[in-house]
């Protein structure tokens, strides 16, 4: 279960440096804006920055997810 947990670790703080660089490279003062649509170009297409955005959306969800496995599974290890 140990090595369960330092995987679910390692992988946790790979997420959140990746997200941490995807938002610092991408910031463009309205990170936080909050539009949670994709919008799509004229052609259908969907555009870099709708991208970016999606890819921002699944990271920092995935890093509370496994902030969440983390506690469980640290709560197991350590007791």
Do not use: N
Not at 22 to 44: E, P
Request: avoid cysteine; aromatic fraction near 10%.
């Amino acid at each position: 279960m140990q090595i369960t947990y330092y995987i679910i670790l390692t992988l946790s703080i790979i997420i959140a440096i990746v997200f941490s660089l995807l938002v610092l490279i991408t910031g463009k003062g309205d990170a936080m804006g909050g539009s949670g649509g994709v919008r799509t170009t004229f052609k259908g297409k969907a555009s870099f920055d709708d991208f970016i955005s999606r890819w921002t959306l699944i990271l920092g969800v995935s890093f509370m997810a496994l902030m969440l496995v983390i506690d469980v599974v640290g709560h197991q290890v350590h007791h």
